[in-house]
Structures are given as structure tokens and as C-alpha cells.
């Protein structure tokens, strides 16, 4: 059975960064399979970050974070990665891993919640 | 960007009530449209994907219609378990966006 398992909450100081880990498990990586990271302030909607091609490592990433976020994979450890840099309290969020491809984000992680607070 | 409207925001209804939530987009998507339930504290968890198809395990109280820029969601013979708040998702163009949700209590 496929899962996706989040690493645990952090608490951030503005201006810091934060490294979110999603492993997979049951979860082959392949050209053809992408893992997508999305964000989720307290009491809104969702927000879609950006994916990660786990066969070659390449991504997509929204313009809206593209100057701040970075996505990779180490395929040894089954695992992708999704790093946020210069926090601010509107980062404040939960993050989430979802499986790509049909249907799209069948799959979640729990999701972690990354606090900025000085 | 497309952007996604979503309505109402909140919908209160009684058990075994039928309640439509609809997801207007800015542009032509398809049918490159889902639907997600979340409760409080957990994931999105996926219902309805391409517009209409239902998602494994999910009752099939729920459906879904449209195509173009309009759609919608239909719970049908609503039970305790709906309570819960539903965001559209378009997928037709980057970035993906999300309706802003509705509450159904």
C-alpha cells in the first residue's frame, strides 16, 4: 500500500529557512511518476507550490515561490524534499505532499506544520 | 492565471438533505476539475477527479457535473460524516488553484 509520511512541525524565525521531508513508501519513482508539494494557511484554501519528477529529478514550481523554494529527491532514501527559504509569518502553514499524476493528489501526506514566529 | 470562484462559502442543511456546491472558473479548463473533502485536522482527501469520476471509496451519494468554466458537486441524502469543507481544484493550466472552499454544516 502506497503512503506518504511527513516529517514532523517546526517552528521557524523570520528570515530562516525550512527543509520539509515526504517518504514514500510502496511509492516507485519513475519518469513517469511526480510527487507535488502545496501549502495551507491557517483557516484558507490551498496553495500549489510546485512537483518533482522522481524519475530525473527535474520540477515545476510556481512563479509565486519560485525565487524561495526548492524540491528535490533522493531516490536511496525514497524520499523528496521541499525546502522554503527566507520565512515570513505568512508562511505560516501546513505543508503537504501529494501524489501526482490520474487522478491527481490521490494521495496525501499527513502534512507539516512549519510556524514563523520571532 | 485562472482563478477559481467558489460558492457558498458555507451551506448549513439537514440529514438526508441534497446540497449543490458550484466552482466557477476565470477560463475555459475542460474538464480538468476535482473535488476534495477535508475535516478538521486532517489531509484533503480526493472525491471527485476529471469532473465527474468517483474517486475509489467514495460513496457514490456524491457526483459531480460541468464542463467549460462552470461545475458543480452534488451530495445527495446528506449523513453526519458530510460535515466537512470542500475545495474545487483546476488543473487545466499552471499554477493549479483552488476554489476558497465551502463548509457544509
Known amino acids: 500500500q502506497v503512503q506518504f509520511v511527513q516529517s514532523g512541525a517546526e517552528v521557524k524565525k523570520p528570515g530562516a529557512s525550512v527543509k520539509v521531508s515526504c517518504k514514500t513508501f510502496?511509492?516507485?519513482?519513475?519518469?513517469?511518476?511526480?510527487i507535488h508539494w502545496l501549502r495551507q494557511a491557517p483557516g484558507q484554501s490551498l496553495e500549489w507550490l510546485g512537483w518533482i519528477n522522481t524519475g530525473n529529478g527535474n520540477t515545476r514550481l510556481s512563479e509565486k515561490f519560485r525565487d524561495r523554494v526548492n524540491i528535490s529527491r533522493d531516490t536511496s532514501a525514497h524520499s523528496v524534499y521541499m525546502e522554503l527559504s527566507s520565512l515570513t509569518s505568512e508562511d505560516t502553514g501546513i505543508f503537504y505532499c501529494a501524489k501526482g499524476g490520474t487522478p491527481l493528489w490521490g494521495l496525501w501526506g499527513q502534512g507539516t506544520l512549519v510556524t514563523v514566529s520571532s | 492565471d485562472i482563478q477559481m470562484t467558489q460558492s457558498p462559502p458555507s451551506l448549513s442543511a439537514s440529514v438526508g438533505d441534497r446540497v449543490v456546491i458550484t466552482c466557477q472558473a476565470s477560463?475555459?479548463?475542460?474538464?480538468?476539475l476535482n473535488w476534495f473533502q477535508q475535516k478538521p485536522g486532517e489531509a484533503p482527501r480526493l472525491l471527485i477527479y476529471?469532473?465527474?469520476k468517483l474517486y475509489s471509496g467514495v460513496s457514490s451519494r456524491l457526483g459531480g457535473g460541468g464542463s467549460g468554466k462552470h461545475f458543480s458537486l452534488i451530495i445527495d441524502n446528506l449523513q453526519p460524516e458530510d460535515a466537512a469543507t470542500y475545495f474545487c481544484l483546476q488543473y487545466d493550466s499552471l499554477p493549479y488553484s483552488f476554489g476558497q472552499g465551502t463548509r457544509l454544516e
Open positions: 477560463g475555459d479548463i475542460r474538464d480538468s
Open positions: 476529471d469532473t465527474s
Open positions: 510502496g511509492f516507485s519513482f519513475s519518469t513517469k511518476k511526480a
